[in-house]
């Protein structure tokens, strides 16, 4: 008689990039609450470039540091790549920020002290690897800052800055990108080059972005837009234009 064979054992299956489930936050404020998130449940697919959106206060930024594993949800599970955080130990979350996701924020975030090149290398050298020097070079070729390597981030206009941190967050060659406001401080040409550079991380690369803005003009790049308001999900748009998009945001504010 042939033996049972064991079931192999595999990696968790993917089938979202981020999955929340029911994922509440709450912030003490005084003698009362504040509900950031009030019950999100949301699957983002690999390969695919959401918008996130809402008025002031609704939780876009609460949003993403949960979904990112930078804060911790008071309820609810998130799920990075298959693993949930919330069953994980805090060096495990770590782990999985550090493996499966980039980030990208608004005020670019390089360390003033080191140039280009060591900016865009560090979450490898904080990891205790090596990168080496020519994956550097074409990662800084592919957002369009070849020969700045040795300059330093003071030296760099808003929209370089912005490009260097976009090559910082894909050098891990993470599942996802976060990006909170990344074109806020950008005039309009240097806002289009960042939008166009993170659209061609999903297309090219098939990296999953996550992008929060006010902005209607970046939102029309996302596949979806998710619309925010009291820390809940009011509104889904698949890809539309920057005026269908302000105006379903202008309605959340009714
Ligand atoms: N650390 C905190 N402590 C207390 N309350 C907080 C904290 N962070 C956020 N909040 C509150 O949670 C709610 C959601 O805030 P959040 O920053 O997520 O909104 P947002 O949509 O990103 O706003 P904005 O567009 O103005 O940046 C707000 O009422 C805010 O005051």
């Not at 009362?32 to 019950?39: E, G, N, Y």
């Not at 929209?159 to 894909?170: D, E, F, P, S, Y």
């Amino acid at each position: 008689m042939p033996q049972p064979q064991p079931t192999p054992t595999r990696p968790p299956q993917t089938a979202a990039a981020v999955q929340l489930d029911a994922v509440t936050k709450h912030f003490p404020n005084g003698p009362d609450v504040t509900v950031a998130l009030d019950a999100v449940t949301l699957t983002i697919a690999p390969g695919t470039f959401t918008a996130v959106m809402g008025p002031s206060g609704s939780g876009k930024s609460t949003f993403l540091n949960c979904a990112a594993g930078l804060e911790r949800p008071t309820s609810g599970t998130v799920r990075i790549a298959g693993r949930d955080l919330g069953a994980l130990r805090p060096d495990d979350v770590t782990r999985v920020r550090r493996d499966h996701v980039g980030f990208v924020f608004q005020g670019y975030d390089l360390v003033p002290h080191l140039t280009v090149a060591e900016n865009v290398a560090l979450p490898v050298t904080l990891a205790g690897r090596h990168v080496a020097a020519g994956r550097v070079r074409s990662l800084l070729g592919s957002v369009g800052l070849d020969g700045l390597q040795r300059r330093l981030p003071a030296e760099l206009s808003g929209g370089q800055a912005q490009r260097v941190a976009i090559a910082r967050a894909l050098v891990t060659e993470p599942d996802v990108v976060f990006a909170d406001e990344p074109t806020g401080a950008l005039d309009v040409r240097a806002a289009e080059q960042v939008l166009t550079l993170l659209r061609s991380a999903v297309d090219d690369l098939g990296r999953t972005l996550v992008l929060v803005t006010h902005d209607p003009r970046a939102a029309e790049r996302a596949d979806e837009v998710v619309f925010l308001a009291d820390g809940r999900v009011q509104d889904r748009l698949p890809r539309s234009g920057a005026h269908e998009i302000a105006s379903r945001l202008l309605d959340l504010g009714r």
